[in-house]
């Protein structure tokens, strides 16, 4: 089963930030906590990871609190072309799986 | 550098066939994973290859199966076909020791 819980969907306004919230209260010290979103029909996106530090890049920024229970992943200024469901997932770093487990995600409605 | 190649990219096929769909890996990936998606499961994991080895199976049937090749190209059979199996099939592809996975654009399979 699915470590994460978001909500089913959100709206933004295009140009504004859009904050995505996920919360894994019982993940452990070594997992890591990855998002992908899913645009519609199409296979899932890697857009971002991170364990503990706060993560960003060309996509996205990742926030992790503190006590790592709850994460935001943060698109700075949002565009139409944003809209879809993005999954928060969390992962043990094994060397012998690559496997997700995708719970239902949170579906972004970006609107004009 | 390509992507995640699956073919076909749409199927159509009768209760009791069977069925193979094609994923070729991002060169360099050893790593092939399976998914499939419908509206009422969601994303769930199939099964998972690396170096021509199943590492991890998802809870299906044993109607489902794959194998990987030498050059990590991955197919998925599906014998005997059932209604619920129309579905979106996914493969990911990665290095295979715990780093992001790239997902392909799927097969979608329509069993009728």
């Known amino acids: 089963d699915a470590k994460t819980t978001q909500p089913p969907s959100m709206d933004c306004a295009e140009g504004r930030a859009a904050n995505l919230p996920c919360n894994h209260s019982?993940?452990?010290?070594?997992?890591?906590v990855y998002w992908y979103r899913q645009i519609h029909s199409q296979g899932p996106q890697y857009i971002i990871h991170g364990l503990k530090n706060n993560e960003t890049n060309e996509m996205a920024s990742l926030i992790i609190t503190e006590d790592r229970k709850s994460s935001t992943l943060i698109l700075p200024h949002a565009t139409l072309r944003d809209t879809a469901v993005y999954y928060c997932i969390v992962r043990v770093p094994m060397a012998n799986t690559d496997k997700l487990i995708f719970g239902t995600g949170t579906r972004l409605q970006v609107f004009p | 550098k390509a992507g995640v190649t699956q073919t076909p990219r749409y199927l159509i096929k009768t209760r009791g066939q069977q069925v193979t769909l094609s994923c070729s890996p991002i060169?360099?990936?050893?790593?092939v994973s399976w998914y499939q998606q419908t509206p009422g499961q969601g994303l769930q994991f199939l099964f998972e290859?690396?170096?021509?080895?199943?590492?991890n199976k998802g809870n299906f049937p044993g109607r489902f199966s794959g194998r990987q090749f030498s050059n990590s190209r991955s197919e998925m059979n599906v014998s005997t076909l059932e209604l619920g199996d129309s579905a979106l099939y996914l493969c990911a592809s990665s290095f295979g020791y715990n780093t992001e996975a790239f997902f392909g654009q799927g097969t979608r399979l329509t069993v009728v």
């Open positions: 060169s360099g990936h050893r790593s």
């Open positions: 290859y690396f170096s021509e080895t199943q590492r």
């Open positions: 019982t993940i452990s010290g070594n997992e890591y």
